[in-house]
């Protein structure tokens, strides 16, 4: 029912930015609400970023608070990632995904729907 594109992922030096974007297809992207995952080699996948379905609450990962936002245009149909001062530590495969959702405060489970994956690698 919903098929996401990621991009914007690349290569960066620590402290540089990346702005990662989702674009889905289908008429119902407004019903979900979009979050970002990520993966590291030899991880398991993390929850990283969620954003309700108007955009108006957002949740964070510990990790990325304060460094990462997580946006959403309906009107476009995308999910925005900004992340700034990026770490080392915050190179993995980022995957969009629709229709997650919080099992506990700080514990969510991905949607259905996944994206391709976009490659972030931060340089120290």
């Known amino acids: 029912q919903v098929q996401l594109v990621e991009s914007g992922g690349g290569l960066v030096q620590a402290g540089g930015s990346l702005r990662l974007s989702c674009a889905a297809s289908?008429?119902?992207?407004?019903?979900?609400?979009m979050g970002w995952f990520r993966q590291a080699p030899g991880k398991e996948r993390e929850f990283v970023a969620a954003?309700?379905?108007?955009?108006?609450?957002?949740y964070y990962a510990d990790s990325v608070k304060g460094r990462f936002t997580i946006s959403r245009d309906n009107a476009k149909n995308t999910v925005y990632l900004q992340m700034n001062s990026l770490k080392p530590e915050d190179t993995a495969v980022y995957y969009c995904?629709?229709?997650?959702?919080?099992?506990?405060?700080?514990?969510?489970?991905?949607?259905?729907?996944w994206g391709q994956g976009t490659q972030v690698t931060v340089s120290s």
């Open positions: 289908g008429r119902t992207f407004s019903g979900y609400a």
């Open positions: 954003a309700s379905r108007s955009g108006g609450l957002t």
């Open positions: 995904n629709a229709g997650l959702s919080r099992q506990d405060y700080s514990i969510w489970r991905g949607g259905d729907y």
